[in-house]
Protein backbone atom coordinates (compact mmCIF):
# COMPACT_ATOMS: atom_id res chain seq x y z
CA UNK A 1 0.00 0.00 0.00
CA UNK A 2 1.26 3.60 -0.76
CA UNK A 3 -0.16 6.07 2.16
CA UNK A 4 -0.14 9.15 -0.54
CA UNK A 5 -0.44 11.86 2.29
CA UNK A 6 1.35 12.18 5.71
CA UNK A 7 2.60 14.97 7.54
CA UNK A 8 5.72 14.99 9.79
CA UNK A 9 6.76 17.23 12.79
CA UNK A 10 8.64 17.97 15.69
CA UNK A 11 7.31 20.84 18.18
CA UNK A 12 10.90 21.20 19.68
CA UNK A 13 12.83 21.83 16.21
CA UNK A 14 10.49 22.54 13.30
CA UNK A 15 8.64 26.21 13.18
CA UNK A 16 4.57 26.22 12.67
CA UNK A 17 1.66 28.33 12.73
CA UNK A 18 1.85 29.03 16.70
CA UNK A 19 -2.00 27.43 16.38
CA UNK A 20 -0.47 24.11 15.25
CA UNK A 21 2.44 24.20 17.29
CA UNK A 22 0.07 24.81 20.34
CA UNK A 23 2.25 24.28 23.82
CA UNK A 24 5.44 22.18 24.18
CA UNK A 25 5.50 18.39 24.46
CA UNK A 26 6.29 18.01 27.67
CA UNK A 27 2.62 19.53 29.07
CA UNK A 28 0.19 17.19 30.05
CA UNK A 29 -3.14 17.10 28.62
CA UNK A 30 -5.30 18.99 31.03
CA UNK A 31 -2.95 21.90 30.39
CA UNK A 32 -2.80 21.82 26.55
CA UNK A 33 -6.75 21.86 27.04
CA UNK A 34 -6.93 24.78 29.42
CA UNK A 35 -4.41 26.67 26.21
CA UNK A 36 -6.47 25.38 23.65
CA UNK A 37 -9.77 26.79 25.04
CA UNK A 38 -8.29 30.53 24.27
CA UNK A 39 -8.01 29.80 20.62
CA UNK A 40 -10.82 31.11 18.68
CA UNK A 41 -13.88 28.95 17.81
CA UNK A 42 -12.68 28.29 14.25
CA UNK A 43 -9.40 26.77 15.48
CA UNK A 44 -11.20 24.74 17.95
CA UNK A 45 -13.50 23.31 15.77
CA UNK A 46 -11.18 22.66 12.63
CA UNK A 47 -7.99 21.03 15.51
CA UNK A 48 -10.75 19.14 17.54
CA UNK A 49 -8.18 18.17 20.13
CA UNK A 50 -4.16 19.53 20.86
CA UNK A 51 -2.80 16.67 22.25
CA UNK A 52 -1.66 15.06 18.75
CA UNK A 53 -0.23 18.30 17.33
CA UNK A 54 1.31 19.38 20.64
CA UNK A 55 3.10 16.09 20.11
CA UNK A 56 6.24 14.80 17.49
CA UNK A 57 4.51 13.32 14.90
CA UNK A 58 7.38 11.17 13.45
CA UNK A 59 8.46 8.06 11.40
CA UNK A 60 8.04 6.23 14.82
CA UNK A 61 4.93 7.65 15.99
CA UNK A 62 3.22 7.07 12.24
CA UNK A 63 4.23 3.85 11.85
CA UNK A 64 2.34 2.98 15.68
CA UNK A 65 -0.85 4.53 13.69
CA UNK A 66 -0.82 2.48 10.96
CA UNK A 67 -0.01 -0.90 12.79
CA UNK A 68 -1.24 -3.69 11.16
CA UNK A 69 -1.59 -2.19 7.61
CA UNK A 70 0.69 -3.30 5.02
CA UNK A 71 2.09 0.33 3.69
CA UNK A 72 5.69 0.81 2.55
CA UNK A 73 5.71 3.72 1.18
CA UNK A 74 4.67 7.19 2.02
CA UNK A 75 4.41 10.81 0.36
CA UNK A 76 4.77 13.86 2.63
CA UNK A 77 2.91 16.52 2.07
CA UNK A 78 4.00 20.05 3.01
CA UNK A 79 3.13 20.65 6.94
CA UNK A 80 2.43 24.16 7.38
CA UNK A 81 6.27 25.09 8.29
CA UNK A 82 6.87 28.22 9.30
CA UNK A 83 10.00 30.61 8.90
CA UNK A 84 12.05 33.51 7.86
CA UNK A 85 11.67 34.69 4.17
CA UNK A 86 10.34 32.87 0.96
CA UNK A 87 12.44 29.83 1.04
CA UNK A 88 11.97 29.10 4.41
CA UNK A 89 9.91 25.97 3.63
CA UNK A 90 13.06 24.77 1.49
CA UNK A 91 14.18 23.96 5.16
CA UNK A 92 10.65 21.88 5.43
CA UNK A 93 11.87 19.85 2.27
CA UNK A 94 15.46 19.09 3.10
CA UNK A 95 14.10 17.95 7.20
CA UNK A 96 11.96 15.98 5.67
CA UNK A 97 14.33 14.05 3.21
CA UNK A 98 16.57 13.73 6.24
CA UNK A 99 14.12 11.68 8.65
CA UNK A 100 14.74 8.00 8.99
CA UNK A 101 11.73 6.49 7.80
CA UNK A 102 13.82 3.26 6.81
CA UNK A 103 14.12 2.21 10.07
CA UNK A 104 10.43 1.86 10.95
CA UNK A 105 10.37 -0.21 7.57
CA UNK A 106 9.15 2.64 5.18
CA UNK A 107 10.09 4.51 2.17
CA UNK A 108 9.89 7.91 1.82
CA UNK A 109 8.46 7.89 -2.12
CA UNK A 110 7.84 11.58 -2.67
CA UNK A 111 7.70 15.47 -1.01
CA UNK A 112 5.22 17.40 -2.04
CA UNK A 113 6.18 20.58 -0.70
CA UNK A 114 5.19 24.21 -0.17
CA UNK A 115 5.79 27.31 -2.18
CA UNK A 116 3.68 30.31 -3.49
CA UNK A 117 2.86 31.04 -7.02
CA UNK A 118 1.88 34.39 -6.55
CA UNK A 119 5.71 35.37 -5.33
CA UNK A 120 7.86 36.88 -7.93
CA UNK A 121 10.15 34.75 -6.80
CA UNK A 122 8.50 31.54 -7.23
CA UNK A 123 10.63 30.11 -9.48
CA UNK A 124 13.61 30.35 -7.33
CA UNK A 125 11.92 28.49 -4.84
CA UNK A 126 11.04 25.55 -7.31
CA UNK A 127 14.22 25.57 -8.04
CA UNK A 128 15.34 25.34 -4.51
CA UNK A 129 13.15 22.81 -3.55
CA UNK A 130 13.97 20.18 -6.35
CA UNK A 131 17.88 21.38 -5.51
CA UNK A 132 17.04 20.16 -1.86
CA UNK A 133 16.21 16.55 -2.54
CA UNK A 134 15.05 14.34 -6.20
CA UNK A 135 12.17 13.31 -4.29
CA UNK A 136 10.61 16.39 -5.15
CA UNK A 137 7.30 15.69 -7.31
CA UNK A 138 5.23 18.71 -6.68
CA UNK A 139 4.45 21.44 -4.56
CA UNK A 140 0.44 22.29 -2.77
CA UNK A 141 -0.88 25.52 -2.09
CA UNK A 142 -3.90 25.59 0.59
CA UNK A 143 -6.81 27.36 -0.70
CA UNK A 144 -9.29 26.73 1.81
CA UNK A 145 -11.28 29.73 2.30
CA UNK A 146 -14.65 29.90 3.77
CA UNK A 147 -17.74 32.49 4.22
CA UNK A 148 -18.26 31.46 7.77
CA UNK A 149 -16.25 33.17 10.19
CA UNK A 150 -16.13 30.21 12.58
CA UNK A 151 -14.73 27.34 9.95
CA UNK A 152 -11.56 28.26 9.75
CA UNK A 153 -10.39 29.32 6.70
CA UNK A 154 -6.29 28.04 6.04
CA UNK A 155 -5.61 30.89 3.72
CA UNK A 156 -6.53 35.05 4.13
CA UNK A 157 -7.17 35.20 0.32
CA UNK A 158 -10.47 34.93 -0.88
CA UNK A 159 -10.42 32.44 -4.02
CA UNK A 160 -7.07 32.24 -4.00
CA UNK A 161 -6.94 29.54 -7.70
CA UNK A 162 -7.88 32.01 -9.34
CA UNK A 163 -6.40 35.30 -8.75
CA UNK A 164 -3.97 36.75 -11.70
CA UNK A 165 -0.99 36.74 -10.01
CA UNK A 166 -1.07 33.34 -8.57
CA UNK A 167 -2.26 31.96 -12.36
CA UNK A 168 0.51 33.65 -13.90
CA UNK A 169 2.91 32.47 -11.63
CA UNK A 170 1.58 29.04 -12.31
CA UNK A 171 3.10 28.74 -15.47
CA UNK A 172 6.58 28.16 -13.66
CA UNK A 173 5.35 25.09 -12.31
CA UNK A 174 3.95 23.78 -15.68
CA UNK A 175 7.28 24.14 -17.30
CA UNK A 176 8.81 22.04 -14.22
CA UNK A 177 6.28 19.86 -15.04
CA UNK A 178 5.97 19.37 -11.44
CA UNK A 179 2.02 18.38 -9.87
CA UNK A 180 -0.12 20.55 -7.93
CA UNK A 181 -1.83 19.62 -4.72
CA UNK A 182 -4.48 22.00 -3.45
CA UNK A 183 -7.07 21.86 -0.67
CA UNK A 184 -10.73 23.73 -1.11
CA UNK A 185 -13.82 23.99 0.57
CA UNK A 186 -16.64 22.47 -1.61
CA UNK A 187 -18.05 26.31 -2.45
CA UNK A 188 -14.34 26.55 -4.01
CA UNK A 189 -14.37 23.89 -6.57
CA UNK A 190 -15.54 25.75 -9.63
CA UNK A 191 -12.17 27.33 -9.32
CA UNK A 192 -10.43 23.89 -9.21
CA UNK A 193 -12.05 23.54 -12.60
CA UNK A 194 -10.79 26.69 -13.84
CA UNK A 195 -7.31 26.14 -12.98
CA UNK A 196 -7.26 22.63 -14.27
CA UNK A 197 -8.80 24.17 -17.95
CA UNK A 198 -6.11 26.79 -17.92
CA UNK A 199 -3.43 24.43 -17.25
CA UNK A 200 -4.55 21.11 -18.68
CA UNK A 201 -0.93 19.87 -18.88
CA UNK A 202 -0.70 19.60 -15.38
CA UNK A 203 -1.73 16.87 -12.88
CA UNK A 204 -3.93 18.82 -10.16
CA UNK A 205 -4.48 17.00 -6.93
CA UNK A 206 -7.65 17.46 -5.31
CA UNK A 207 -7.16 16.76 -1.67
CA UNK A 208 -9.92 15.57 1.00
CA UNK A 209 -12.10 15.61 -1.54
CA UNK A 210 -12.66 19.33 -1.35
CA UNK A 211 -14.27 19.55 1.53
CA UNK A 212 -18.24 20.03 2.04
CA UNK A 213 -17.77 21.71 5.95
CA UNK A 214 -20.65 21.01 7.88
CA UNK A 215 -22.25 18.14 5.65
CA UNK A 216 -22.28 15.50 8.67
CA UNK A 217 -23.48 18.19 11.31
CA UNK A 218 -23.19 22.00 12.48
CA UNK A 219 -19.82 23.50 12.07
CA UNK A 220 -19.39 27.62 12.56
CA UNK A 221 -22.08 29.46 13.29
CA UNK A 222 -23.96 29.21 10.33
CA UNK A 223 -22.76 26.10 8.39
CA UNK A 224 -24.66 22.64 8.70
CA UNK A 225 -27.16 23.95 10.58
CA UNK A 226 -30.26 21.80 9.66
CA UNK A 227 -30.78 18.36 7.56
CA UNK A 228 -32.03 20.27 4.57
CA UNK A 229 -29.19 22.73 4.51
CA UNK A 230 -26.72 19.45 4.86
CA UNK A 231 -28.54 17.83 1.61
CA UNK A 232 -27.88 21.09 0.23
CA UNK A 233 -24.48 21.07 0.69
CA UNK A 234 -24.39 17.58 -0.65
CA UNK A 235 -26.04 18.07 -3.48
CA UNK A 236 -23.60 21.30 -4.51
CA UNK A 237 -20.55 19.65 -3.43
CA UNK A 238 -22.03 16.77 -6.52
CA UNK A 239 -22.70 18.93 -9.06
CA UNK A 240 -19.28 20.90 -8.26
CA UNK A 241 -16.95 17.91 -7.72
CA UNK A 242 -18.69 16.14 -10.85
CA UNK A 243 -17.52 19.13 -12.96
CA UNK A 244 -13.90 19.21 -11.66
CA UNK A 245 -14.27 15.34 -12.21
CA UNK A 246 -14.47 16.60 -16.03
CA UNK A 247 -10.96 17.85 -16.51
CA UNK A 248 -8.69 14.67 -17.11
CA UNK A 249 -5.60 16.12 -15.72
CA UNK A 250 -7.33 16.43 -11.88
CA UNK A 251 -7.03 13.50 -9.74
CA UNK A 252 -9.14 13.22 -6.21
CA UNK A 253 -7.79 12.17 -2.49
CA UNK A 254 -9.97 10.06 -0.46
CA UNK A 255 -8.39 12.13 2.00
CA UNK A 256 -10.26 14.33 4.60
CA UNK A 257 -13.03 11.85 5.19
CA UNK A 258 -12.35 11.83 8.99
CA UNK A 259 -11.73 15.95 9.51
CA UNK A 260 -13.93 17.12 12.16
CA UNK A 261 -14.80 20.21 9.83
CA UNK A 262 -17.38 18.07 8.03
CA UNK A 263 -19.21 17.63 10.92
CA UNK A 264 -18.73 14.57 12.95
CA UNK A 265 -19.31 14.03 16.54
CA UNK A 266 -16.42 13.47 18.46
CA UNK A 267 -15.39 10.02 19.55
CA UNK A 268 -14.10 10.12 23.50
CA UNK A 269 -10.31 10.98 23.35
CA UNK A 270 -8.37 8.16 21.64
CA UNK A 271 -11.19 5.84 20.53
CA UNK A 272 -12.58 6.55 16.77
CA UNK A 273 -15.63 6.07 15.64
CA UNK A 274 -16.40 2.59 14.72
CA UNK A 275 -15.85 1.50 11.25
CA UNK A 276 -19.44 0.47 10.05
CA UNK A 277 -20.61 4.31 11.40
CA UNK A 278 -17.91 5.91 10.00
CA UNK A 279 -18.51 3.59 6.84
CA UNK A 280 -22.06 4.20 6.72
CA UNK A 281 -21.44 7.96 6.91
CA UNK A 282 -18.62 8.76 4.22
CA UNK A 283 -20.27 6.16 1.60
CA UNK A 284 -22.21 8.86 -0.19
CA UNK A 285 -18.56 10.99 -0.72
CA UNK A 286 -16.67 8.20 -1.35
CA UNK A 287 -19.17 6.48 -4.15
CA UNK A 288 -19.51 9.70 -5.90
CA UNK A 289 -15.90 10.29 -5.99
CA UNK A 290 -15.10 6.87 -7.40
CA UNK A 291 -18.03 7.70 -9.91
CA UNK A 292 -16.82 10.88 -11.36
CA UNK A 293 -13.38 10.12 -11.23
CA UNK A 294 -12.31 6.48 -11.68
CA UNK A 295 -10.09 4.73 -9.55
CA UNK A 296 -7.21 5.17 -12.06
CA UNK A 297 -7.98 8.97 -10.85
CA UNK A 298 -8.56 8.37 -6.94
CA UNK A 299 -5.46 7.79 -4.37
CA UNK A 300 -6.27 7.08 -0.73
CA UNK A 301 -4.35 8.96 1.72
CA UNK A 302 -3.79 9.34 5.99
CA UNK A 303 -3.80 12.65 6.19
CA UNK A 304 -2.19 11.51 9.28
CA UNK A 305 -2.46 12.96 12.17
CA UNK A 306 -4.78 15.38 11.35
CA UNK A 307 -8.03 13.11 11.21
CA UNK A 308 -7.08 11.16 14.54
CA UNK A 309 -9.65 13.02 16.59
CA UNK A 310 -12.09 11.07 14.63
CA UNK A 311 -10.44 7.90 13.70
CA UNK A 312 -6.96 6.56 13.15
CA UNK A 313 -5.76 5.26 10.06
CA UNK A 314 -6.88 1.39 10.22
CA UNK A 315 -10.18 2.49 10.71
CA UNK A 316 -10.72 5.34 7.75
CA UNK A 317 -8.68 2.21 5.51
CA UNK A 318 -11.24 -0.63 6.78
CA UNK A 319 -14.18 2.05 5.96
CA UNK A 320 -12.77 2.82 2.30
CA UNK A 321 -12.48 -1.31 1.79
CA UNK A 322 -15.59 -1.73 2.95
CA UNK A 323 -17.50 0.56 0.66
CA UNK A 324 -15.49 -0.45 -2.45
CA UNK A 325 -16.33 -4.08 -1.77
CA UNK A 326 -20.38 -3.47 -1.85
CA UNK A 327 -19.79 -0.97 -5.13
CA UNK A 328 -21.42 -4.55 -6.41
CA UNK A 329 -19.01 -3.72 -9.75
CA UNK A 330 -16.58 -6.37 -10.99
CA UNK A 331 -13.63 -4.17 -10.42
CA UNK A 332 -13.33 -4.27 -7.46
CA UNK A 333 -10.04 -5.81 -6.71
CA UNK A 334 -9.00 -3.22 -9.45
CA UNK A 335 -10.47 -0.34 -7.69
CA UNK A 336 -9.04 -1.46 -4.36
CA UNK A 337 -5.55 -1.62 -6.19
CA UNK A 338 -5.62 2.03 -7.77
CA UNK A 339 -7.15 3.57 -4.63
CA UNK A 340 -4.24 2.09 -2.31
CA UNK A 341 -1.24 2.36 -4.28
CA UNK A 342 -1.55 2.66 -8.56
CA UNK A 343 -2.77 6.00 -8.75
CA UNK A 344 -0.66 7.22 -6.37
CA UNK A 345 2.60 5.37 -8.02
CA UNK A 346 2.00 6.71 -11.67
CA UNK A 347 1.06 10.27 -10.06
CA UNK A 348 3.70 11.09 -7.85
CA UNK A 349 6.13 8.99 -9.76
CA UNK A 350 6.91 6.69 -7.29
CA UNK A 351 8.86 4.18 -9.12
CA UNK A 352 11.21 6.42 -10.86
CA UNK A 353 13.21 9.34 -10.25
CA UNK A 354 13.30 12.83 -11.27
CA UNK A 355 15.52 13.15 -14.05
Do not use: C
Amino acid sequence: MVDSHIHQWDPHSTPRDWRLNLTPARLLPPVLDLGFKLLSRADRESIADPVYLAKPYLPEQYRADIDGLQIDTVVHVESGWRGRGEFASVDETRWIASLPFEPDGLRLGAIVAAADPTSPNFAQVLDAHLDASPLVRGIRSIAAHHQDKAVRSWTSVYRLLVQPRFLDGFAKLAERKLTFDTWVYAHDLPDVAELAIRYPEVTIVLDNIGTPAGVFGPVGRSTGRSEAERRALLAAWRDDLAAVAQQPNVVVKLTGLALPVLGHRLPLRGTSVPVAELAERVAPLVDFALDQFGSTRTMWGSNSPMEKPVSDPRGVVEAIRSIIAERQNDRSASEHDDVFGRTAERVYGLNASRS
